[in-house]
């Protein structure tokens, strides 16, 4: 054959030119049509801006709806039916958005990253954006704690005060961190970042979810998923301002430090060619010689101190984590759970003596009782269609995640061999029922930790395997599709009522909180304030100096004997002599209906008769509550 003719620039002349010495090639035939198809730059540029529309389109609905949030009046449905149509808008979007964005998590893990930060912005951030006022009454309790810290400079531990305020001398690692950072700040008090807690544990929470998710799955679908129902199914509201709030944290960040560097060589053993298949079971961590395992405990025995100075029931659940992980040969070091063990051990004997052997001397009648111990600490049913609504919520949530994750565990084997200390981790909280039942929050809190591996594993139920071929492979793949979004809304649907059904109980005016101050300022040291429950603002301003007695904190039927006779039954409770205060708000009223303890339209009947009464005389009344002083009768 005749080598084509080469010009100057190299390449063969164009067909046109040529001499037609190809059989079957002539200069006029003509060239089949092209198919014009994107460079690799621009089809990514595509992508990109594809990806960005969603998130642009959010940000701008979720901006509109934010001034119209009418949280100043909020009605049975917390703040519900208070959010404007475009703040749901945004919340679907971005929803979509994210699902979209699992489609290049392999190659852009970013995407589904920047869409996980703005959900968690977008639920979170308008408390801290539009409130006056500290967001729930517990957070104001907190800030009263860190107020003193800052005032008398030390804590005292042996101090004997009311309404168990003991415990936060005896653990006040947390609120001596935060002391620190109001003079860091150079504000007045905590209570001026304190509504942003919430979204900075948050933050904090996320590249230590992706540790953990990441040891044991290479697919970022999955990995992002997880993370993504995490933040929906967070709904507990233990993420404001509180001891419990850090050691959250600090749990989870040991428990990455451990499943990532705590593995014992050989304890893998030899890939099976079938679990090939699925990447994400394929995962299996590095081994660690016993050198950096040791080193490992030295890393993370500050990190377990500071969780035992500023909690008691977090290091009680990281022991019986780290035990649950033992069990199996691959995490069986017992090393880093008897440092673990023994620092809890050492702060229960001194700093927390007080309240560690009285809670030793409970444990005969709490023990064993998984009944009372498992149950919600309310009093009665809460009522209200915000309330009632936030209990199915609840509840559908919990069922939803354990049929997910349930169904996970079964059909995809594989997954659950190589992620079994995930497994065993969200199962390790559970025994607790049988020890005690933390004042009523122990269901609350043993949720709270089994999250991270529930939530792992119900993702694990939406995203399909990589791996596998043919047409169950179509099948599952098209399922996901359909399944994967709509469990997705489904969540945010229950996260919302969880976490904003009950708003009223925890937005207070300005007025209100100011009203309280007032009468705590003009009480004497020593006195005794009544309050129908400790819910709201202010409860504890200047909590060393009085003592409180919320009258409406107990069973019902001793509530409803209360209701009978309001003045006499308080008077009969106030010490001969003591100087007594009732402050009544309209915060308390919305919590004792909703939590169960009074029933509807009591709390005003109540007021009225206390108001009336001879015993008691009207030192401040307006639309933001009642402040009464108690008179006795002369002897």
Request: proline residues 8%.
């Amino acid at each position: 054959m005749p080598t084509p003719v080469v010009g100057s620039t190299g390449q063969p002349p164009p067909a046109a030119q040529q001499t037609g010495s190809e059989p079957g090639v002539t200069a006029e035939q003509p060239r089949p049509p092209r198919t014009r198809r994107l460079r690799p730059r621009q089809l990514i540029e595509t992508q990109n801006l594809l990806a960005w529309l969603p998130l642009a389109a959010a940000a701008a609905l979720w901006a509109y709806a934010l001034p119209r949030i009418g949280f100043r009046d909020i009605g049975d449905y917390g703040l519900l039916d208070r959010f404007p149509v475009a703040f749901y808008l945004s919340l679907i979007v971005l929803s979509a958005g994210f699902v979209v964005s699992l489609r290049r998590a392999g190659t852009a893990p970013w995407w589904p990253a920047a869409y996980s930060i703005a959900m968690l912005l977008a639920l979170k951030a308008p408390p801290a954006l539009l409130y006056d006022s500290v967001r729930y009454a517990w957070a104001s309790k907190h800030d009263a704690v860190i107020a003193r810290l800052l005032a008398e400079g030390t804590v005292h531990p042996e101090q004997t005060l009311s309404g168990g305020m003991s415990a936060y001398d005896q653990w006040p690692g947390f609120f001596a961190l935060n002391a620190a950072l109001v003079r860091a700040f150079g504000v007045e008090s905590a209570a001026s970042f304190i509504n942003w807690a919430p979204v900075v544990f948050g933050l904090l929470m996320m590249p230590v979810l992706v540790l953990i998710y990441r040891t044991f799955s290479e697919d970022w679908r999955l990995v992002w998923t997880a993370v993504w129902i995490f933040q929906l199914a967070n709904w507990v509201g233990q993420d404001y301002l509180s001891p419990q709030g850090l050691s959250y944290l600090l749990y989870l960040t040991v428990l990455a430090l451990v499943v990532r560097h705590f593995v014992r060589p050989g304890s893998a053993g030899p890939l099976r060619s079938r679990d090939r298949l699925d990447p994400a079971a394929a995962v299996v961590p590095p081994p660690t010689g016993t050198r950096q395992r040791a080193i490992a405990v030295v890393i993370i025995a500050p990190l377990v101190a500071a969780i035992n100075a500023s909690h008691q029931l977090t290091p009680v659940m990281l022991c019986a984590t780290l035990f649950a992980l033992s069990l199996t040969r691959r995490y069986r070091n017992a090393g880093l759970l008897v440092v673990a063990g023994l620092i809890m051990l050492v702060w229960d004997l001194t700093m927390g003596r007080v309240l560690f052997l009285d809670t030793l001397s409970t444990l005969r009648d709490s023990a064993g009782d998984f009944l009372n111990n498992s149950r919600a600490g309310y009093a009665g049913e809460p009522t209200g269609p915000g309330p009632e609504l936030v209990g199915r919520a609840n509840i559908a949530m919990v069922i939803t995640l354990g049929l997910l994750a349930g169904a996970a565990v079964l059909l995809r084997r594989r997954l659950t061999r190589t992620a079994l200390p995930l497994l065993l981790a969200a199962a390790a909280p559970v025994p607790m029922f049988a020890v005690n039942d933390y004042g009523g929050e122990m269901l609350f809190r043993v949720y709270l930790f089994g999250l991270p591996g529930t939530a792992f594993f119900a993702a694990a139920a939406l995203i399909p395997a990589m791996g596998g071929t043919g047409k169950r492979r179509r099948l599952v793949r098209r399922a996901s599709m359909v399944a994967l979004p709509v469990v997705l809304v489904a969540l945010l649907a229950g996260f919302l009522p969880s976490y904003y059904g009950k708003e009223g109980m925890h937005y207070a005016s300005p007025a209100e909180a100011q009203l309280v101050v007032r009468a705590y300022d003009r009480a004497p040291d020593g006195a005794l304030v009544l309050a129908a429950t400790g819910s709201f603002p202010g409860a504890y301003h200047r909590y060393d100096r009085y003592e409180r007695w919320f009258f409406a904190e107990q069973e019902v039927p001793e509530n409803l004997k209360m209701l009978k006779d309001p003045a006499g039954y308080l008077a009969a409770g106030i010490p001969e002599g003591r100087r007594a205060y009732v402050i009544l708000t309209p915060t308390q009223d919305r919590a004792v209906i909703g939590e169960g303890y009074l029933p509807p339209g009591s709390f005003a009947r109540m007021r009225e008769d206390l108001k009336r009464s001879p015993l008691f005389r009207v030192v401040e009344e307006s639309e933001h509550g009642l402040v009464l002083e108690y008179r006795p009768r002369p002897s």
